[in-house]
T-cell receptor, first 112, second 113 residues
Framework: AQSVAQPEDQVNVAEGNPLTVKCTYSVSGNPYLFWYVQYPNRGLQFLLKYITGDNLVKGSYGFEAEFNKSQTSFHLKKPSALVSDSALYFCAVRANNNDMRFGAGTRLTVKP | EAQVTQNPRYLITVTGKKLTVTCSQNMNHEYMSWYRQDPGLGLRQIYYSMNVEVTDKGDVPEGYKVSRKEKRNFPLILESPSPNQTSLYFC????????????FGSGTRLTVV
């Protein structure tokens, strides 16, 4: 069965600095990888996904993620963080059986 | 507007009183799923459905029931709620196939006292 690990419960960065939220995965077969963001009292919103092709995928709000097959990682990145990026971020992997598994989430705090 | 609608948003109930959380999507999605979100545990799948009349257990199905009589609706039923089912619940839907992401509802915060 597929699984996802987000090794950091919390990431703190200063506004304007680059940010990275880490994710590693385990799956049999081809990985279909996703990042979602959750703002307070809201549902999860899709940010970006990797299906195939270019290892660097770009998504909403200036976020991007780098797929690394050898390290089984899919880290979320942004060159310059905004205070409004503060939220809970979830990495997820979906396998051929359609089952989507989520990590425990990483709380990103961007300080002015 | 394409969306997944859950009701109610907030619910406080007593132990043992049956309740239903409704979920409806207007995108003609085949796949629907229920998750619960608890601090430090992320989202855990309760039940999912790959199409009408096809449902299956997720990771934490105990104490829950679902049905999928129509493509758009996927209600979550708690026959006899207990305090350990206090949680934030999300319904999600997607097209079939692993390359598609989920569209999530806004969530239902359930408290069982």
């Amino acid at each position: 069965a597929q699984s996802v690990a987000q090794p950091e419960d919390q990431v703190n960065v200063a506004e304007g600095n680059p940010l990275t939220v880490k994710c590693t995965y385990s799956v049999s077969g081809n990985p279909y990888l996703f990042w979602y963001v959750q703002y307070p009292n809201r549902g999860l919103q899709f940010l970006l996904k990797y299906i195939t092709g270019d290892n660097l995928v770009k998504g909403s709000y200036g976020f991007e993620a780098e797929f690394n097959k050898s390290q089984t990682s899919f880290h979320l990145k942004k060159p310059s963080a905004l205070v409004s990026d503060s939220a809970l971020y979830f990495c997820a992997v979906r396998a051929n059986n359609n089952d989507m598994r989520f990590g425990a989430g990483t709380r990103l705090t961007v300080k002015p | 507007e394409a969306q997944v609608t859950q009701n109610p948003r907030y619910l406080i109930t007593v132990t043992g009183k049956k309740l239903t959380v409704t979920c409806s999507q207007n995108m003609n999605h085949e796949y629907m799923s229920w998750y619960r979100q608890d601090p430090g545990l992320g989202l855990r799948q309760i039940y999912y459905s790959m199409n009408v009349e096809v449902t299956d257990k997720g990771d934490v199905p105990e104490g829950y029931k679902v049905s999928r009589k129509e493509k758009r609706n996927f209600p979550l039923i708690l026959e006899s709620p207990s305090p350990n089912q206090t949680s934030l619940y999300f319904c999600a839907s997607s097209l079939g196939g692993p390359g598609y992401g989920y569209t999530f509802g806004s969530g239902t915060r359930l408290t069982v006292v």
